[in-house]
């Protein structure tokens, strides 16, 4: 292995939950001002994302605030990235929901994914 790979490999989160596109997640997020470092917290609808599993992979998040969407790109393996937590589990059937953009109020929501409450016995 090259260098870039070795340390590539050595960078990546194991501790990611498992989420995607559809589902509400709150993003912890490490911001630095000056000297000081500080947790902010973007919680929204994870959009879409991209490169998969590798180092350079990121997801956005979009979230609507003070009637104006607002979206953030996030690098899956960043050390910034404090942890990602899995508010809500959404159904869709687009692998990217940019269409949301052009939508507001009701007509935004993503359908919450049915649980099965069934428990089979063997």
Same mark, same amino acid.
């Given at each position: 292995?090259?260098?870039?790979?070795?340390?590539?490999?050595?960078?990546?989160?194991?501790?990611?939950?498992?989420?995607?596109?559809?589902?509400?997640?709150?993003?912890?997020?490490?911001?630095?001002?000056?000297?000081?470092?500080?947790?902010? #917290?973007? =919680? &929204?609808?994870?959009?879409?994302? $991209?490169?998969?599993?590798?180092?350079?992979?990121?997801?956005?998040?979009? /979230? !609507?605030?003070?009637?104006?969407?607002?979206?953030?790109?996030?690098?899956?393996?960043?050390?910034?990235?404090?942890?990602?937590?899995? #508010?809500? =589990? &959404?159904?869709?059937?687009?692998? $990217?929901?940019?269409?949301?953009?052009?939508?507001?109020?009701?007509?935004? /929501? !993503?359908?919450?994914?049915?649980?099965?409450?069934?428990?089979?016995?063997?």
């Amino acid at each position: 292995m090259n260098l870039v790979q070795e340390l590539s490999n050595k960078q990546m989160r194991t501790d990611m939950p498992k989420f995607e596109i559809g589902d509400t997640v709150r993003v912890h997020f490490r911001i630095v001002e000056g000297d000081k470092e500080r947790i902010q #917290v973007f =919680e &929204g609808i994870c959009i879409s994302r $991209k490169g998969g599993e590798t180092p350079n992979a990121t997801f956005t998040v979009r /979230r !609507v605030a003070h009637n104006e969407g607002v979206e953030r790109v996030f690098p899956l393996h960043s050390p910034r990235v404090a942890k990602v937590e899995v #508010v809500r =589990e &959404g159904q869709v059937r687009r692998a $990217k929901l940019y269409y949301l953009r052009d939508r507001s109020g009701k007509a935004a /929501r !993503v359908k919450a994914k049915q649980r099965s409450t069934k428990t089979e016995k063997a």
